[in-house]
């Protein structure tokens, strides 16, 4: 449904990388283009940033990656899983709260176009940045440098 009208990336988790190639025959057989793959455990080559900066929005299940995706403002939804051992966060922090949840049953193509069109959680995804992570600016290897100087023995 979604490759009809956009290019799909897939990056499985990195325990899940082996599956690609089965994956990628099965969507062969099924005709199924548009559809691409990001290898996590090819770090080299398949770079976690990247495929943020290719994207348009990020389709993800309950994962860290969420948080990670905030630093580049683009919207996400939320594939609803059955795992129920989530942990609770503050409103304020909770990712839930501040992206459009896929049940399964919902249109993904009209969500996606909804999204990419109003882009609904913008400012919460700014506030979110900025409560989640500490420093946003882009200096973060300035202060590793500065710290492991301001410890090493002279």
Not at 38 to 61: G, H, R, V, Y
Not at 64 to 73: A, D, K, Q
Not at 88 to 96: A, K, L, Q, V
Not at 117 to 130: E, H, V
Request: charged fraction near 25%; glycine fraction near 2%.
């Amino acid at each position: 449904e979604i490759t009809k009208e956009f290019n799909l990336i897939v990056r499985p988790h990195y325990h899940d990388a082996k599956r690609i190639p089965k994956v990628k025959i099965w969507a062969k057989l099924h005709g199924i283009k548009n559809l691409y793959f990001s290898n996590p455990s090819k770090l080299l080559t398949n770079d976690t940033m990247q495929d943020f900066m290719a994207s348009d929005i990020l389709i993800s299940d309950t994962s860290s990656v969420l948080y990670e995706y905030l630093i580049t403002g683009k919207p996400i939804i939320i594939a609803k899983t059955n795992c129920d051992e989530l942990h609770t966060m503050p409103d304020d922090m909770n990712i839930m709260k501040h992206a459009n949840i896929y049940e399964g049953s919902q249109n993904i193509v009209k969500m996606i176009k909804n999204n990419l069109l109003s882009k609904p959680y913008t400012n919460d995804y700014k506030k979110m940045l900025n409560s989640c992570f500490y420093f946003n600016d882009g200096k973060s290897t300035e202060r590793a440098v500065s710290f492991i100087k301001s410890i090493s023995v002279k």
